[in-house]
């Protein structure tokens, strides 16, 4: 392991140490312009729930991510970002429509469906996706 190798294994410590002091033992992580590029660079499976309060359909949709937040804890990482505080990253995936759900994958987008869907439609996309890793 080279000098590179170290550094990079130190910035991904580093990141899952803050994300566990500012979220605690909660399933979904908070994710915010500043900090969505490191949440999304996981060897994990990482869903990002693309969300804004005022949003009917993602009231509904909450609850059920966090459920599969914590039945799959371990498995992969859930995260939120509001659309409205989170403008950049909200341009940069081009999100027009919410509530749009994204998986990532080492920084890469692998898949996404948008709507507010339930429970086993989401979850018969996460075992899809977890069986091809």
Request: proline content about 5%.
């Given at each position: 392991m080279d000098l590179d190798d170290t550094s990079e294994i130190r910035k991904k410590m580093v990141v899952e140490l803050i994300s566990k002091a500012q979220n605690g033992d909660?399933?979904?992580v908070e994710l915010s312009d500043s900090n969505f590029d490191a949440a999304i660079s996981s060897d994990q499976l990482t869903l990002v729930d693309f969300w804004a309060p005022w949003c009917a359909p993602c009231r509904f949709v909450s609850p059920i991510i966090e459920e599969l937040?914590?039945?799959y804890s371990g498995s992969m990482k859930f995260g939120k970002l509001?659309?409205?505080e989170n403008q950049i990253t909200s341009s940069r995936y081009r999100i027009t429509s919410i509530p749009t759900i994204?998986?990532?994958r080492?920084?890469?987008?692998?898949?996404y469906v948008i709507g507010a869907l339930p429970k086993n439609v989401?979850?018969?996309k996460i075992k899809k996706l977890l069986a091809s890793a």
């Open positions: 909660k399933p979904v937040g914590s039945q509001n659309v409205d994204m998986f990532f080492k920084g890469k987008q692998v898949d989401l979850e018969g």
